[in-house]
């Protein structure tokens, strides 16, 4: 029996909108006001990921060439703060807690991209 995939984008959008809300939990200086909220930045943290993420993954290209790819973590960061600083109701610390951020919807995104297969 054939097993039903999920799009690449899917898999974006459902991990930002279920790893965002868990994020306090995990990461100190992350936090939000109710569970609407958190919910609501992460569908929106998934729209920045599948809209402006990849076209600042061309413009830095070289940047992410001569770090081996690291960079993509400072700029998944810098999305994740500047989500904190536009968004009410959800608050990022400091640029560190964002890193930390971004390494933990890595590894949710990378785990349900192995489970995708």
Same mark, same amino acid.
């Given at each position: ?13 459902? #991990? #930002? ?15 939000? /006001? ?30 992410? #060439? ?9 700029? /998944? ?41």
């Amino acid at each position: 029996m054939r097993r039903a995939r999920l799009s690449h984008w899917s898999v974006t959008f459902l #991990c #930002c909108l279920l790893a965002v809300p868990t994020l306090p939990k995990l990461v100190g200086g992350i936090s939000y /006001d109710s569970l609407y909220l958190g919910v609501a930045a992460g569908a929106a943290l998934g729209i920045v990921y599948l809209l402006v993420r990849p076209v600042l993954r061309i413009l830095t290209l070289p940047i992410g #060439c001569l770090t081996l790819g690291l960079f993509g973590y400072g700029l /998944d960061a810098a999305m994740i703060y500047a989500l904190g600083e536009y968004l009410p109701g959800f608050h990022v610390a400091s640029l560190g807690s964002a890193l930390l951020a971004a390494v933990f919807l890595s590894a949710v995104q990378m785990i349900a991209y192995a489970f995708n297969r």
